[in-house]
């Protein structure tokens, strides 16, 4: 099910949009914006994210047209269009703002409490979650019937289309808003329902699981399983592969919160998941997981 907006909606007509947490899928989400034209507040707690983010931003930017032509803003336009910081109050501004914290639920709802003292009434807050339902989250805010949920997959300035995670309360304004932001973004919605791991991590984390159990227990080198998939079923990227891409943390992360959603032991991640997050090897964001990365060097970022 497609959603539409209604008018003519533009970048402008958004004014700023926050995005709330400056890791992998929040650096991303704001790449994603700025690069269609929006002004963009990114705000994380944590200073070393915030001094890393212009670097990876510019990254980010730099190689996006070469992989998606077809971006309005330039590199150089879009690193300026995002304003970075720690302070939440960057948000009261915020027409729009899409929340990227940690997949865990005490955490998030520390930051919905938060986000009810700082945002206006009139905001949308877009939950970019892999688990958690969003009528949970809503119920910590004054006006729940502006939040709802927004599944960007990574890397979401690459990607064509998003999950669309509707509670009862979300309002149908809110539903339409979200529709013109991911049509300026050249997205497709797709609108599912509001329950545990929602369609695309409810199935596809089952997925990574099996495939590491595979590896674990059977001793199939990761290149095969992926292979399989790739070229068997023809997939981008194998399970592995894409695990990888997510970060193991936010996969066991998320794995612990099906299991206790849903009480399925299917959702029991598998040792060799929970040992790799142990050591650190959490994929392409430590250089390391199921594959070996070559590290990024830093980039000067364009004055």
Do not use: W
Not at 89 to 101: D, G, H, M, P, W
Not at 119 to 131: G, K, L, P, W
């Amino acid at each position: 099910m497609a959603v539409t907006g209604t008018g003519d909606p533009t970048p402008d007509s958004f004014g700023t949009v926050g995005v709330l947490g400056a890791g992998v899928i929040g650096l991303g989400v704001a790449a994603d914006l700025a690069l269609h034209g929006f002004r963009v507040n990114l705000v994380d707690n944590d200073p070393a994210q915030c001094e890393s983010a212009p670097a990876r931003l510019a990254e980010a930017v730099r190689f996006a047209p070469m992989l998606r032509p077809g971006f309005p803003a330039s590199a150089d336009g879009a690193t300026a269009a995002v304003r970075i910081g720690t302070d939440p109050a960057a948000l009261t501004e915020c027409t729009l703002i899409v929340e990227n914290v940690t997949e865990r639920l005490d955490v998030k709802e520390d930051v919905y409490r938060l986000l009810d003292t700082v945002v206006t009434d009139t905001a949308v807050i877009a939950v970019n979650t892999s688990s958690i339902p969003v009528a949970r989250l809503a119920a910590h805010l004054t006006r729940p019937e502006r939040v709802i949920g927004v599944h960007f997959m990574n890397p979401p300035h690459l990607t064509t289309a998003v999950e669309v995670m509707r509670p009862d309360r979300t309002s149908d304004e809110t539903l339409a808003r979200v529709g013109e932001l991911a049509t300026l973004l050249r997205k497709k919605t797709i609108v599912v329902g509001d329950f545990p791991g929602f369609v695309s991590n409810r199935i596809s984390h089952l997925f990574f699981n099996e495939a590491a159990r595979v590896v674990e227990e059977h001793g199939v080198a990761p290149e095969t399983v992926d292979r399989v998939f790739r070229d068997c079923f023809g997939h981008r990227m194998g399970p592995l592969q894409t695990a990888d891409l997510i970060g193991l943390d936010t996969v066991v992360h998320t794995l612990d919160h099906l299991r206790e959603a849903t009480g399925d032991p299917r959702f029991d991640s598998s040792a060799l998941l929970r040992d790799m997050v142990r050591r650190r090897q959490l994929g392409r964001k430590t250089d390391q997981g199921f594959y070996t990365y070559q590290p990024h060097p830093p980039r000067e970022v364009p004055s």
